[in-house]
T-cell receptor, first 115, second 112 residues
Framework: AQSVSQHNHHVILSEAASLELGCNYSYGGTVNLFWYVQYPGQHLQLLLK??????LVKGIKGFEAEFIKSKFSFNLRKPSVQWSDTAEYFC?????????????FGRGTQLTVWP | DAGVTQSPTHLIKTRGQQVTLRCSPKSGHDTVSWYQQALGQGPQFIFQYYEEEERQRGNFPDRFSGHQFPNYSSELNVNALLLGDSALYLC???????????FGQGTRLTVV
């Protein structure tokens, strides 16, 4: 069965620090990859996605992620975090060719940024 | 353009009761999925509806059932509620084939 692992459950950073959140998935086939963010009191929002092409994808608010197929990883990065980035971040995977797009989520990483 | 809307936002039920949650998908989306998010966990897939039929199902008992209407809106029904059913229930909609899901704010269900 597909599974998604997020290595850090809670990350605490000061503003302007760099961020990297790890995500690994276990599925040998072709997948689409996503990072979703959930700000306090808000719904899950798409941060960025990878379907194909350049493995380095850029999303909203200065976030980017790199797909490394050989490592089954899709790590999220941001060079300089802001207090407003405080949120919970979820990595998710679905199986390419499954047009109905069932998502498999990691358990999430809570990011707290101190001003 | 309204996004995905869910109702109610909060609900308290007693063990053994039944509950119905509702979802209206984003305009132009015909596929609706339901997820359960327990505290401290990522969302877990319950099932998915397309063309008014359940097309995929996750590892949830038959107490969880659903329906999709001709206007693509959907309901999630849970019978014989257990304390462990307490969670945030998320509805997601997507346009067929794109695979990008848009989520509602969820319904927080508390079973006492």
């Amino acid at each position: 069965a597909q599974s998604v692992s997020q290595h850090n459950h809670h990350v605490i950073l000061s503003e302007a620090a760099s961020l990297e959140l790890g995500c690994n998935y276990s599925y040998g086939g072709t997948v689409n990859l996503f990072w979703y963010v959930q700000y306090p009191g808000q719904h899950l929002q798409l941060l960025l996605k990878y379907f194909s092409g350049d493995p380095l994808v850029k999303g909203i608010k200065g976030f980017e992620a790199e797909f490394i197929k050989s490592k089954f990883s899709f790590n999220l990065r941001k060079p300089s975090v802001q207090w407003s980035d405080t949120a919970e971040y979820f990595c998710a995977v679905n199986v390419r060719g499954s047009t109905l797009g069932r998502l498999y989520f990691g358990r999430g990483t809570q990011l707290t940024v101190w001003p | 353009d309204a996004g995905v809307t869910q109702s109610p936002t909060h609900l308290i039920k007693t063990r053994g009761q039944q509950v119905t949650l509702r979802c209206s998908p984003k305009s132009g989306h015909d596929t609706v999925s339901w997820y359960q998010q327990a505290l401290g966990q990522g969302p877990q897939f319950i099932f998915q509806y397309y063309e008014e039929e359940e097309r995929q199902r996750g590892n949830f008992p038959d107490r969880f059932s659903g329906h999709q209407f001709p206007n693509y809106s959907s309901e999630l029904n849970v019978n014989a509620l257990l304390l462990g059913d307490s969670a945030l229930y998320l509805c997601a909609s997507s346009p067929t084939g794109e695979g990008v899901a848009f989520f509602g704010q969820g319904t927080r269900l508390t079973v006492v």
